[in-house]
């Protein structure tokens, strides 16, 4: 199961409620800019949770096809989220991004099989997330959050 956001317009996420196919061409053109989280998606959310700082990346959005695969993400909360993340450098994360916390959390992918080296993962995709929400929001756009099963 993988998570990305694509950076989209208001008026083209207004055009993704009313087409989902046509937003789902959107997700896939690599030409548009992203933020691939791979499977790290849960193990940065589950450091956030941990951290107090308050970022839904599986939850938030609101529906745009019927199994809730793509999720909106309107400017404001584009906006609101760079905010936070912003303001929270990998350092504030770090004290609870041990093996131990992420293996009692159960935290996809790994379960109760993190180690050490897999840490490096999820520090090294947090600052595609930060980057692309600072970005998108600068520029005052959306963004559709995708999940791949």
Not at 36 to 61: H, N, P, R, T
Not at 87 to 105: I, M, Q
Request: glycine share 4%.
């Amino acid at each position: 199961m993988t998570l990305s956001f694509t950076r989209v317009t208001p008026d083209e996420l207004a055009r993704a409620f009313e087409d989902p196919e046509w937003a789902m061409e959107q997700v896939d053109d690599e030409e548009r800019p992203y933020c691939f989280l791979e499977k790290a998606w849960a193990g940065i959310q589950y450091l956030l949770m941990s951290a107090d700082v308050y970022v839904e990346l599986y939850e938030d959005g609101d529906p745009i096809d019927e199994e809730a695969t793509l999720m909106a993400w309107d400017a404001a909360m584009v906006a609101a989220t760079a905010k936070r993340l912003g303001e929270t450098p990998f350092s504030v994360l770090e004290p609870h991004c041990t093996p131990a916390n992420l293996n009692e959390g159960k935290v996809y992918p790994m379960g109760t099989m993190w180690d050490a080296d897999d840490l490096d993962y999820l520090r090294d995709h947090y600052p595609a997330l930060v980057t692309f929400f600072a970005e998108t929001a600068a520029a005052g756009d959306a963004a559709i959050r995708h999940f791949s099963f």
